[in-house]
């Protein structure tokens, strides 16, 4: 009798050409099976599913310059690619923290570098926010050098049950750890028109603010429900119906980008957790440690900018960028997700 446990399992085909759900699809789930799947998508200027291509990563490098036996830290560990360059080269003499919010993609980049030869001798990861870099630095020696990433990845984008876009339809909930906190829905519920515009102008800049947040209010008020993505994309759609008709569907892509994103940084304090991350900052690094952050909106950089500028001023920094470094051109045609990234540097006094 044939053995079940080696009998071979012959894969569940789609219905159709094309799989609808998220779920079946096996190459979005298991990128790392399917190489020349993934190949053809990245020379065509996209990311595969449930993939993300790391960003800036030669500029990082060549600013960090990362020696074999020192300490680092990545505050943002997400798919781990700007992590296994820096372990490169620190050529299995040294140590990195790593840390995340998010408990369903960290356990995934974990065992990923695991596997790439990565043990607890050279790679320490947390389930730990960024703003709290004291905490972990006080069970180590101060950092030689840091990075922040502080962009979402590209799996959490594409994962519609996280519902970080307004792309594919799911729940409306854009938290990076969905076991802690309120949902982007539950949010809305009690959320007033005042509080909503104000959002949508300090995190996201969006020119039609009051327009969304009288829709999205009024709409609620009503006993309408706005609990999932495309809910929220269709009161978006309803708020803009005055705009000329040539120009509405572009002017609710970008506000629906934008509306997400303030509801994502609202529901996860990430300005709150920037803020304290910068403020530590400078204590957790080594005298000329070196410390590099990749933003990407407007307000995120401002933080940025003031802190190192601040800190210079104060000689905590002995050097910071004086111009942002930008993704080059060819990076941005093979990542089109790279277009808004804006990387600051400083150095650590002696």
């Known amino acids: 009798m044939e053995n079940q446990e080696n009998k071979h399992k012959r894969r569940v085909r789609y219905s159709g050409s094309y799989p609808k759900n998220y779920k079946e699809k096996y190459k979005e789930l298991h990128p790392e099976k399917y190489g020349d799947t993934v190949s053809k998508v990245i020379q065509k200027g996209s990311t595969p599913a449930g993939m993300h291509i790391s960003i ?3 500029e990082i490098l060549d600013f960090l310059q990362i020696k074999p036996g020192q300490k680092g830290l990545d505050a943002t560990l997400g798919y781990g690619g700007h992590t296994s360059e820096m372990l490169k080269c620190l050529e299995s003499q040294g140590h990195i923290y790593a840390l995340d919010v998010d408990p369903i993609e960290s356990s995934k980049t974990k065992e990923r570098l695991r596997k790439l030869g990565y043990g ?58 969905p076991e802690k906190g309120i949902s982007a829905a539950q949010r809305l519920k009690d959320i007033t028109k005042e509080e909503l515009m104000g959002m949508l102008i300090e995190n996201s800049d969006e020119p039609y603010a009051e327009q969304i947040a009288q829709t999205v209010t009024s709409k609620l008020k009503r006993g309408a429900e706005i609990a999932t993505t495309r809910q929220l994309y269709q009161a978006i759609e309803e708020a803009l119906a005055f705009l000329p008709a040539q120009d509405c569907r572009e002017a609710v892509k970008k506000s629906s980008q934008r509306t997400f994103q303030a509801l994502r940084i609202d529901v996860n304090n990430e300005f709150e957790a920037l803020y304290s991350f910068l403020e530590k900052l400078p204590e957790v690094l080594a005298p000329n440690g070196r410390v590099a952050i990749l933003t990407f ?54």
Not at 121 to 138: H, P, Q, Y
């Open 56 to 58: 800036c990563v030669q």
């Open 120 to 177: 607890e001798d050279i790679l320490t990861i947390k389930l730990e926010n960024f703003a709290n870099i004291d905490k972990v630095a006080s069970e180590t020696e101060k950092f030689d050098f840091v990075l922040a990433d502080l962009g979402v990845s590209s799996m959490q984008i594409d994962n519609p049950d996280r519902g970080f876009s307004y792309k594919t339809d799911g729940p409306l909930d854009l938290r990076m750890n």
């Open 297 to 350: 909106h407007s307000g995120e950089d401002r933080l940025v900018k003031k802190s190192f500028k601040q800190f210079y001023k104060e000689g905590v920094y002995s050097d910071i960028s004086q111009e942002v470094i930008r993704p080059t051109p060819q990076e941005c045609v093979r990542n089109s997700r790279a277009r808004s990234t804006k990387m600051r540097w400083a150095v650590r006094a002696e």
